[in-house]
């Protein structure tokens, strides 16, 4: 178990990731150990949807693990060369996304994205 300072009420709260977005249970603030405070303004439902993804004229196979009003964050299932500030389109059978990549966390064999949707 790991123990965190609220980055707003300043109390201790604990949780086994620090990774985790979760809610502080004296404020109620949603914080992670390891990022602070949680940037999004709506509430992330989780959700696997496999789509396609489009970026500098590649098609890759990823899916999404979370997702909210305002955006998404997916899971690409090899390394790649997508960059911060890129603009992509993801598609699936029923949906197309056009997004703007706010963050890239490269791992030994995959790449989690966060996407900012564009309307």
């Known amino acids: 178990m790991l ?13 086994a990731d620090e ?11 949603r914080f992670s150990g390891r990022y602070g405070s949680d940037r999004r303004h709506a509430e992330r439902v989780k959700k696997e949807t496999s789509y396609v993804l489009n970026c500098q004229g590649q098609n890759l196979e990823a899916e999404s693990i979370d997702f909210s009003k305002e955006g998404l964050g997916i899971k690409i ?5 997508v960059a911060v500030g890129e603009t992509i ?9 056009k997004a703007k990549i706010m963050w890239v966390n490269e791992l030994a064999d995959k790449s989690l994205v966060g996407l900012q949707r564009i309307n």
């Open 89 to 97: 389109e993801l598609s699936s059978s029923d949906l197309q996304i």
């Open 77 to 81: 299932s090899a390394k790649t060369s």
């Open 19 to 29: 990774n985790y977005f979760s809610a502080c249970p004296y404020c109620g603030v």
């Open 3 to 15: 123990k965190h300072l609220c980055p707003k009420c300043r109390k201790n709260s604990f949780s």
